[in-house]
Structure formats: structure tokens, C-alpha cells
Nanobody, 126 residues
């Protein structure tokens, strides 16, 4: 059973930065695609970024391109999401998801991920 745990959320002013961390344990970390999703009140959970298994490639939502960077440290079973130039519309609960069998065309959709963390709140406000 894979366990996923996020950390690093908090409150920041517009233009600020945060780094989220996601630790996935209980499986072969290198074989997992790890993704970040977010969900604001009243909204559906939306894709933010993903790191394909083994770090083969990274993928971003348009809203994240140029501001967010996803990276992974296989030795630490950890994926990071560096978020810069944060905006109020980035306010949401951020979730980390993991899956070993997901194909590239499916990485954008929450329903294809088997393992989820509890989420970490990110609030961007002046």
C-alpha cells in the first residue's frame, strides 16, 4: 500500500513563493508518476503538474507554466512543487497523487490516480 503525504502549504502574499513537498512511501518510488492537483471551494479538482515515473518528463497546466516547477528526488521518495509569483487564484487545497500504471494521456485526470494525500492548504492573499 502506497502512502502519500504532502507538506509545505501556508499563507503568502501575492508575488510570494512556496515549496510543497510530497513523500510517497510503500512502493517503488521510481515507477510512480507523481502529480499535483488543487481544489478551490466550489471547484473541481484540477491538474497542476506531474512528474512521470523515473523522472522521464514533466508536464504542467497552462496556469502553472512559467511559475511552478515540479521536481523529484528519487533517493528521498519526494516530489517538490516550487511555486513562484503566486496569485490569489492559486488559493486552494493542493493534493499529491501517485500511480504506477498511468499512461501519458491520462496524467491530467484525477480519476486515474490510485493514491492520494490528505492535501495541504495554500492561501494567497494580501
Amino acid at each position: 500500500q502506497v502512502q502519500v503525504l504532502e507538506s509545505g502549504g501556508g499563507s503568502v502574499q501575492p508575488g510570494g513563493s512556496l515549496r510543497l513537498s510530497c513523500v510517497a512511501s510503500g512502493g517503488s518510488f521510481r515507477t510512480y508518476t507523481i502529480a499535483w492537483f488543487r481544489q478551490a471551494p466550489g471547484n473541481e479538482r484540477e491538474f497542476v503538474a506531474a512528474s512521470r515515473r523515473g523522472g522521464a518528463s514533466t508536464h504542467y497546466a497552462d496556469s502553472a507554466k512559467g511559475r511552478f516547477t515540479i521536481s523529484r528526488d528519487n533517493a528521498k521518495n519526494t516530489v517538490y512543487l516550487q511555486m513562484n509569483n503566486l496569485k490569489p487564484e492559486d488559493t486552494a487545497v493542493y493534493y499529491c497523487a501517485a500511480d504506477s500504471g498511468i499512461i501519458l494521456s491520462s496524467i491530467w485526470f484525477a480519476r486515474h490516480y490510485d493514491y492520494w494525500g490528505q492535501g495541504t492548504q495554500v492561501t494567497v492573499s494580501s
